[in-house]
């Protein structure tokens, strides 16, 4: 089954990129810059290259070119403008549109070479907060839209995986800081959304500090192992779809209860789930953060 999406509404135009269906639709009758084709029922649609084209427009549009200038130029000389326009600065909202198009083809070759452009200009943490991260929020927005399938986003979550393994790598070798707190990571039972706590193991390491890395679908009695073997542990954990919103109270209590009540242990989590699913109150012991960003300056 061919799982590469080639027909787009004009909503997932607008999902995809930032532009609204109205104003898409005013600049197909005043400057013809896209042409959609009709179903039976008169429905518009759009092919990829519509899709492309729109994006850089969106890039061009968002570094100070009239949309009535880009109008005269051929989809050729529009992409010609991009990349110009791109080597002389503003590189983030072209890579953003890449990401996106290599995510839609499932193109691995257009993925790194649009990230290897830009460690060319940032550190792999710049490219984390100010890309990665805003593109995982992204589209999770597309796949409830169901703009995007779950294969587009496997895809991108497992090529941006890839970078924070390697990423890790190159520093895991490096001996912790003498004395220094340990932190074990790990996602609660059936959590398997991994890629921010891979982060914060990266950004952990980066800084001199002793992690185990647990992973995903921890059960809370299988912390307690640690608990037998050091002390004053920091517990990461990152909540995205699981606990259910109603079990997230109980799971907080039965993870204070069994891993940090009596000792000197410490909780920190975040996590999407916590938007919709805030504790009442937390122990001494346990602290919410709203972003990566939060927690890491808070170490």
């Known amino acids: 089954m061919n799982t590469i999406k080639t027909s787009f509404s004009i909503k997932d135009l607008e999902n995809l990129s930032g532009i609204k269906a109205h104003t898409i639709r005013i600049w197909e009758k005043r400057y013809n810059l896209l042409v959609p084709e009709r179903t039976d029922t008169n429905i518009r649609t759009y092919n990829l290259r519509s899709l492309q084209k729109l994006m850089n427009i969106s890039f061009l549009n968002s570094n100070g070119y009239k949309v009535s200038r880009i109008a005269v130029l051929d989809e050729f000389q529009i992409a010609a403008k991009v990349k110009e326009v791109?080597?002389?600065?503003?590189?983030?909202?072209?890579?953003?549109?890449?990401?996106?198009?290599?995510?839609l083809n499932f193109d691995q070759a257009l993925f790194y070479n649009t990230y290897n452009r830009l460690l060319e200009e940032k550190s792999f943490r710049e490219i984390f907060y100010e890309l990665f991260i805003p593109i995982i929020q992204d589209i999770g927005f597309l796949w409830q839209t169901l703009t995007i399938k779950p294969s587009h986003e496997h895809?991108?979550?497992?090529?941006?995986?890839?970078?924070?393994l390697i990423h890790i790598e190159r520093i895991q070798s490096s001996n912790p800081k003498p004395d220094t707190k340990t932190f074990v990571l790990f996602l609660p039972l059936n959590e398997?959304?991994?890629?921010?706590?891979?982060f914060i193991n990266y950004e952990l390491l980066s800084r001199g500090y002793h992690t185990i890395y647990l992973g995903e679908s921890v059960p809370i009695e299988d912390l307690t192992l640690l608990n037998a073997l050091y002390e004053d542990i920091t517990y990461v954990s990152y909540f995205t779809i699981k606990?259910?919103?109603?079990?997230?109270?109980?799971?907080?209590?039965?993870?204070?209860?069994?891993?940090?009540?009596?000792?000197?242990?410490?909780?920190?989590?975040?996590?999407?789930?916590?938007?919709?699913?805030?504790?009442?109150?937390?122990?001494?012991?346990m602290k919410l953060y709203k972003s990566i960003k939060n927690l890491v300056k808070d170490l």
């Open 155 to 164: 895809f991108l979550s497992v090529h941006i995986r890839q970078k924070v």
């Open 192 to 198: 398997i959304h991994d890629i921010g706590l891979l």
């Open 86 to 103: 791109s080597y002389l600065g503003n590189t983030e909202p072209h890579a953003f549109n890449a990401f996106k198009l290599a995510m």
């Open 243 to 285: 606990p259910n919103p109603e079990e997230v109270e109980g799971y907080l209590k039965k993870l204070y209860t069994e891993v940090i009540k009596n000792t000197t242990n410490s909780v920190r989590l975040l996590g999407t789930r916590f938007i919709d699913s805030k504790p009442k109150k937390l122990p001494k012991q």
